[in-house]
Each structure stands twice: as C-alpha cells, then as structure tokens.
C-alpha cells in the first residue's frame, strides 16, 4: 500500500511539472499573440492616420453635412482601436510589459476634434445665412446680423492661425465667405435705416436703374444679393445718411411745434397807445 502512495505521489508530482510546463507554454503563446496584436494595431493606426491626411474632409467641396458625417466614421474607428490599445495595455501589463499610449491616437483625436468643430461652425454659418436671405428685409435684425458675423470671424480668425500649418482650406474658405459677408453690413444697415421716406428710395431705384419693392415679402437679403446692390454701395450710403439728417431736422421741429402746442398767451392793449401787448402764461 505504501507503494501504491509513492507511486500515486509521484505521478501527482510529475501531472504538476507537466502542468506547469503547460501553463508556460499557453503563457508563452499568449505573451507571442499580444505581441502580434500589438504590432497588428500600431499597423491599423497607422492605416487610420494616412486615411484621415489622405481622404479627410479638409475643403469646401463637400457639404458640411457630408463632411460631419465622414467625421463621424472617422470618430468611430478611432473609438474602436483605442478600446483595443486598453485591452493590449491590460493584457501585456500581466507580463510587465509597457505600452504606452499612441502618440498616433491622442494627435490624431485633438486633429478630428478641431475639424470637426471647423465643420460645425461652418454649418452653423450655412444655416443662419439660409435663413436670412429668406427673410423679408424690413424683418431682419441687422445688428444681430453684424454681431454674429463679427463673432464667427474672430473663431475662423482664431482657427486660421492655430492651425495654418494644416492647410486644411476650409477654414480660409469659411472665414472669407463670412468676411465678406461681415463686409456688406454697413450697406445692410444703410438700406434698414428706419429714416428712409419713399423719395429717397425712388433716389435710389432712379440712380442705380434697379427697379424692386422695398414693401414686398419678396424683397429679401437674397434679392439684394441677387441684384447686387454693393455696385451701389457708395449711393446707398449717402442717401442713407441723408434721411437720417432730413429725419433729424424734422424731429427737431416737431420738437419745437409740441413745445409752443403747450404755450399759452393773452394779447391785451398796451398802455392805451393803440398797440398790442402779448403776455405769455
């Protein structure tokens, strides 16, 4: 029986050493696929990089739905090769192995990060502007017009330095169309000046041969564009502030007239002379 003991311990010594030299070897084949995963992704980021400075939405010839929705692709295949860089850094942390982040990764998501908040300003702009140039122009609030263009240039302002060496053309090509956009507001104001009578706009139609109805639903920010009324720029202008002056001397004396409207006097003889006194109260 004791025979039986030695023999059974020994052969539970010897199902320990093969053990063992299993678990060495899975170890081994574990730690070797890791290290293949690893290389395998360093390779998918790499892919992921060239795609984005190969093919990514850098210029305006696209839409900016287009683009957002390319951003978003994009966004989605950065999410999935950093959950597989987590589980690479866990996996070889068993063997003590350091990965660290990809440089690749974090450049790459500051990079889709800003374009996409390119896109969405440039989006933002499309569909302000849309809505705009279908308002009828004795509707629209100009100097909310002004003050948003003037905000959205500074960011593209901002945009165009911080990120120059990019060369990514749709910032300069959104900052140019609000600028120039930015530059129509003092014609824009001009023709919303609330001094304008009917003469001055017959001024206006007469001089510059344009006939339209400043009344009309239809006379829109996009009918001006349309017409091109910055050709006429300079007329506007001085018609404009010719109202506003007329505007000013006519409230002045409407001023005058309110004041003597309240003014009460009594005309009585003077001094038996056969003359006239006027006695104000």
Not at 180 to 193: A, I, Q, S, V, W
Request: glycine fraction near 2%; aromatic fraction near 8%.
């Amino acid at each position: 029986m004791l025979g039986q003991l030695e023999e059974r311990w020994q052969h539970y010594l010897q199902c320990l050493t093969d053990s063992e030299e299993m678990l060495k070897k899975l170890r081994e084949k574990f730690k070797s696929k890791l290290l293949q995963q690893s290389e395998e992704f360093k390779k998918n980021v790499g892919e992921l990089v060239t795609d984005f400075k190969t093919n990514g939405p850098f210029t305006s010839s696209i839409t900016p739905e287009e683009a957002l929705s390319q951003i978003e692709q994009m966004k989605q295949r950065l999410a999935k090769l950093k959950e597989e860089e987590q589980e690479l850094r866990r996996g070889l942390g068993i063997f003590r192995i350091d990965h660290p982040l990809s440089k690749d990764i974090i450049n790459l998501e500051k990079d889709i990060e800003a374009l996409e908040g390119i896109w969405t300003l440039a989006l933002e702009w499309d569909q302000m502007f849309d809505k705009w140039k279908l308002t009828t122009f004795a509707n629209l609030q100009t100097q909310v017009m002004e003050d948003y263009a003037i905000a959205q240039y500074k960011k593209l302002h901002k945009l165009s330095k911080d990120y120059r060496e990019k060369n990514w053309e749709i910032i300069d090509s959104t900052k140019k169309r609000v600028d120039e956009f930015r530059r129509t507001m003092p014609l824009m104001k001009d023709l919303h000046n609330k001094d304008m009578r009917d003469r001055h706009w017959r001024r206006i139609k007469d001089e510059s041969s344009k006939e339209f109805d400043e009344e009309s639903e239809d006379f829109t920010l996009e009918s001006i564009i349309n017409m091109h009324f910055e050709e006429n720029a300079q007329l506007i202008n001085e018609v404009s502030e010719a109202a506003q002056k007329e505007a000013a001397i006519e409230r002045g004396i409407e001023k005058v007239r309110e004041q003597w409207e309240k003014v009460e006097f009594e005309v009585v003889p003077f001094k038996d002379k056969g003359k006239l006194r006027v006695i104000f109260e």
